[in-house]
Every structure is written in structure tokens, then in C-alpha cells.
């Protein structure tokens, strides 16, 4: 799978933000190198004001000075003594010490062995111009002003204008120096908006493609989901909805695949619903048709069974005559049942009276059996003594009564 695949399959916001991260890598690309660029150009100004264009002051001012001690050796030479010579020759010590000075800065800003070697020059020269300085003295205090005409115009002079001519080409070849370093600068920093441009274009060129590309790899499916959807909505399920995307766009897909064959099913359904009601409407018209032939015949049988209703009217009448007649027997007996019931209500009560006699004969009858029952048992008591005196019997003859009298 390769990655165009890959970043097709993925979702719509891991591709933006690969698309947005690759934009922003460029971007700081882009800066950076700008920025670089730049902070070269900036140091190698900054170099040239700093170092070259100093250096150049401090050559030119040394040069200055060397000519004005030159003029200064030349005249006092020529005066001689007296006030306005003897105030040359201290200006002139004291810018000996400024020359001094200058060519130490000089020579420590001297950084490239051309140059270094271009000072050692110059510093040579000072020296052979200094070292005429004991002739021209002897000279002038001697008197021989042609021998020292000759030599200030002859070795002393072509001796100045080496000295002089060789600063020149120390601040000639500083100066050209500066110059091949601010055009390298000009050339860093057109080279660097060349690049720029060149890299914000290759930017602009990539975000262009990558958005068309990103652009199909969405509006693609979708426009293919919406014909199908376009299709459903016609009413046309046979054509298959295919996941040929990733990410929301496969998902929208499988989505309307999932959709389309749900309606499918659902169709089916459908389809044998309506078969089952055809055949149920079938049927029903087959009932329908018995129902009315059924009908029909119920209706014979209604004429039937009205003409027996007549007839039943009129048995029903004679049987109301009976009914009227069955009435007065129901209430004359209803007459007698009553009369019977005051007849049983006084036998109750007689049978009442005749139980209320039963239990008082029962107690007259207890009454006897333990009057009875007290006479076996004195007449055993009789049996059982021994026989006693006539008193004794007569006492026993007589007592039998007693109970008689009890009661």
C-alpha cells in the first residue's frame, strides 16, 4: 500500500493535520533559513562597521599623521633653530606617539596574513624612513644644505611615497575587503530571497496539490455516497454501494451499504406481505361468495321460520288461556295451602301441649320408680333383721306409711 493509500484510508483530521504540520515544517524551513541568512548578512555589516570601517578610520588618520610629521622633518630641517622648529619637533614626538599607538590598533585589526604581511610592509618602510632622521641632522647642523636638499629630495622623498603609497594600499586593500564583504552579503541575502521565494513557492505549490488532492480524496467518495443515495432515493437497490475509502468517507459508505441492504430486506418483507394479502383477499372473496350463499339459504330458512313463529303465536296463545287458568288453580290452591298451614300451626301447637304432658308423666313416672325403688329396699331391710318384739313390729308395721306421706 503505498502512502497516498495509506493518507487516503485515514481520517479527514489525521490528514489535515499531517497537511497543516507539513505546511508549518516548510514554513519554519522557510524562517529559519530566512532568519539565518539574514543574521549573517546583519554580522557581516555589523564586521564591516565595526572592524573594516574602523580599521580604515584609524589607517587614514595614521596616514594623516605621518604626513604631517613628514612635512614636519622636512621644514624643521630647512629652518633650522629657533622657536617655530623647536615647536615642530615636539608636535612631532607627540604624533610620533599617536602613529605609535594608531599602528598597534592597526596591527591587532590586521586578521588575514595578507594584510599582516601588507602592515610588515609598512612597518619596514616607517622604519627606513625613520633611520634618515641622524643624516638629515648631520646635514642640517653641518650646514650642507645641498647634500641635504639632495638627500630630501632624492632617498628621503621616494622613501615618503612608499611609506605613504604602501597605507594607501593597506587602506585600499581593507577598504576592497569591505567591499568583497558587503557584496558577499548582498549576494547572501539575494540568494537567501531567491531561496525564499523559491521555497514559499515549492510551499504554496505543495499546499496547492496536497489541497486538490485532499480535496478528492474527500469530495471523491462523498459525491459517490450522494449517487447513491441519489439512486435509493429513485428507488433502485440492485446497484452495490462499495468501501473504496477510509476514514468518515469509508464509514459514510458502509454506512449506506448497511442502509441499502436494510431497504432490501425491508423490500423483501414488503413484497411477501403483499403476497400474503393477495392470498388473503383470495380467500376472503371465496368466503364472501359461501357468505352470500349461506346467506341465501338463511333467509329460506327465515321464511320457514317465520311461518312457524305463526303457528308458535298461536300455541302460545292457548297456552296463555291454559297459563290464566293454571293461574286461578295456583291461587285457589295457594288458598288451601294456607288454610292447610293454619291447620299445622295449631297441630304444632297441640303436639306442643302433648310434649309439655309427656315430660310431666315422665316426672310422675320417676316419682313411682323411686317410690319403687324405696319399697324393694325396705321390704329387703324387712328380710334381712332378725324378727323383734310386737312393739318392734308394730313400730315396723306402721313405718311402711311414712314414705306413702313423703311425697
Given at each position: 500500500m503505498t502512502l497516498t493509500q495509506r493518507l487516503s484510508n485515514t481520517r479527514i483530521a489525521t490528514r489535515l493535520g499531517v497537511a497543516l504540520g507539513l505546511l508549518m515544517l516548510l514554513m519554519i524551513g522557510v524562517s529559519g533559513y530566512s532568519v539565518?541568512?539574514?543574521?549573517?548578512?546583519?554580522?557581516?555589516?555589523?564586521?564591516?562597521?565595526?572592524?573594516e570601517t574602523r580599521t580604515m578610520q584609524v589607517v587614514g588618520e595614521w596616514k594623516s599623521l605621518v604626513e604631517i610629521n613628514v612635512l614636519r622633518i622636512v621644514t624643521h630641517s630647512r629652518l633650522g633653530t629657533g622657536d617655530f622648529p623647536d615647536q615642530l619637533m615636539k608636535d612631532y614626538a607627540a604624533d610620533s606617539k599617536k602613529i605609535d599607538a594608531l599602528q598597534q590598533g592597526v596591527e591587532a585589526a590586521m586578521d588575514s596574513p595578507e594584510l599582516k604581511a601588507q602592515y610588515q610592509s609598512i612597518d619596514n618602510l616607517r622604519k627606513a624612513i625613520l633611520g634618515y632622521g641622524p643624516k638629515i641632522s648631520e646635514f642640517r647642523d653641518t650646514g650642507?644644505?645641498?647634500?641635504?636638499e639632495k638627500l630630501l629630495d632624492g632617498e628621503f622623498e621616494k622613501a615618503r611615497r612608499d611609506y605613504i603609497a604602501a597605507i594607501d594600499g593597506l587602506q585600499a586593500a581593507i577598504a576592497e575587503r569591505a567591499h568583497k564583504a558587503f557584496v558577499a552579503a548582498q549576494e547572501d541575502t539575494q540568494s537567501a530571497a531567491i531561496i525564499s521565494i523559491v521555497l514559499v513557492a515549492a510551499s504554496l505549490v505543495f499546499a496547492a496539490g496536497f489541497g486538490w488532492w485532499l480535496s478528492r480524496s474527500i469530495s471523491g467518495p462523498i459525491a459517490s455516497v450522494v449517487q447513491h443515495a441519489r439512486t435509493i432515493a429513485a428507488g433502485d437497490l440492485s446497484t452495490d454501494v462499495k468501501v473504496t475509502a477510509g476514514g468518515e468517507a469509508g464509514e459514510l459508505q458502509a454506512a449506506l451499504a448497511e442502509m441499502q441492504a436494510s431497504l432490501r430486506q425491508m423490500v423483501l418483507q414488503v413484497q411477501q406481505a403483499t403476497e400474503n394479502?393477495?392470498?388473503a383477499s383470495a380467500e376472503i372473496a371465496t368466503g364472501n361468495q359461501d357468505l352470500s350463499a349461506r346467506t341465501e339459504q338463511t333467509a329460506s330458512n327465515l321464511q320457514q321460520t317465520a311461518s312457524s313463529m305463526e303457528q308458535l303465536t298461536g300455541t302460545l296463545s292457548q297456552s296463555a288461556d291454559s297459563a290464566h287458568q293454571a293461574t286461578q288453580l295456583a291461587h285457589t290452591a295457594a288458598e288451601a295451602a294456607q288454610r292447610g298451614g293454619q291447620v299445622v300451626s295449631q297441630v304444632v301447637s297441640t303436639m306442643d301441649e302433648i310434649n309439655a304432658s309427656s315430660k310431666?308423666?315422665?316426672?310422675?313416672?320417676?316419682?313411682i320408680d323411686g317410690i319403687a325403688f324405696q319399697t324393694n329396699i325396705l321390704a329387703l331391710n324387712a328380710a334381712v333383721r332378725p324378727r323383734r318384739s310386737p312393739t318392734s313390729s308394730a313400730s315396723s308395721t306402721a313405718s311402711p306409711s311414712r314414705p306413702t306421706s313423703s311425697p
Amino acid at each position: 500500500m503505498t502512502l497516498t493509500q495509506r493518507l487516503s484510508n485515514t481520517r479527514i483530521a489525521t490528514r489535515l493535520g499531517v497537511a497543516l504540520g507539513l505546511l508549518m515544517l516548510l514554513m519554519i524551513g522557510v524562517s529559519g533559513y530566512s532568519v539565518k541568512k539574514l543574521g549573517d548578512a546583519t554580522a557581516v555589516i555589523e564586521r564591516l562597521t565595526e572592524n573594516e570601517t574602523r580599521t580604515m578610520q584609524v589607517v587614514g588618520e595614521w596616514k594623516s599623521l605621518v604626513e604631517i610629521n613628514v612635512l614636519r622633518i622636512v621644514t624643521h630641517s630647512r629652518l633650522g633653530t629657533g622657536d617655530f622648529p623647536d615647536q615642530l619637533m615636539k608636535d612631532y614626538a607627540a604624533d610620533s606617539k599617536k602613529i605609535d599607538a594608531l599602528q598597534q590598533g592597526v596591527e591587532a585589526a590586521m586578521d588575514s596574513p595578507e594584510l599582516k604581511a601588507q602592515y610588515q610592509s609598512i612597518d619596514n618602510l616607517r622604519k627606513a624612513i625613520l633611520g634618515y632622521g641622524p643624516k638629515i641632522s648631520e646635514f642640517r647642523d653641518t650646514g650642507d644644505y645641498f647634500a641635504l636638499e639632495k638627500l630630501l629630495d632624492g632617498e628621503f622623498e621616494k622613501a615618503r611615497r612608499d611609506y605613504i603609497a604602501a597605507i594607501d594600499g593597506l587602506q585600499a586593500a581593507i577598504a576592497e575587503r569591505a567591499h568583497k564583504a558587503f557584496v558577499a552579503a548582498q549576494e547572501d541575502t539575494q540568494s537567501a530571497a531567491i531561496i525564499s521565494i523559491v521555497l514559499v513557492a515549492a510551499s504554496l505549490v505543495f499546499a496547492a496539490g496536497f489541497g486538490w488532492w485532499l480535496s478528492r480524496s474527500i469530495s471523491g467518495p462523498i459525491a459517490s455516497v450522494v449517487q447513491h443515495a441519489r439512486t435509493i432515493a429513485a428507488g433502485d437497490l440492485s446497484t452495490d454501494v462499495k468501501v473504496t475509502a477510509g476514514g468518515e468517507a469509508g464509514e459514510l459508505q458502509a454506512a449506506l451499504a448497511e442502509m441499502q441492504a436494510s431497504l432490501r430486506q425491508m423490500v423483501l418483507q414488503v413484497q411477501q406481505a403483499t403476497e400474503n394479502i393477495t392470498t388473503a383477499s383470495a380467500e376472503i372473496a371465496t368466503g364472501n361468495q359461501d357468505l352470500s350463499a349461506r346467506t341465501e339459504q338463511t333467509a329460506s330458512n327465515l321464511q320457514q321460520t317465520a311461518s312457524s313463529m305463526e303457528q308458535l303465536t298461536g300455541t302460545l296463545s292457548q297456552s296463555a288461556d291454559s297459563a290464566h287458568q293454571a293461574t286461578q288453580l295456583a291461587h285457589t290452591a295457594a288458598e288451601a295451602a294456607q288454610r292447610g298451614g293454619q291447620v299445622v300451626s295449631q297441630v304444632v301447637s297441640t303436639m306442643d301441649e302433648i310434649n309439655a304432658s309427656s315430660k310431666k308423666i315422665a316426672d310422675i313416672i320417676g316419682v313411682i320408680d323411686g317410690i319403687a325403688f324405696q319399697t324393694n329396699i325396705l321390704a329387703l331391710n324387712a328380710a334381712v333383721r332378725p324378727r323383734r318384739s310386737p312393739t318392734s313390729s308394730a313400730s315396723s308395721t306402721a313405718s311402711p306409711s311414712r314414705p306413702t306421706s313423703s311425697p
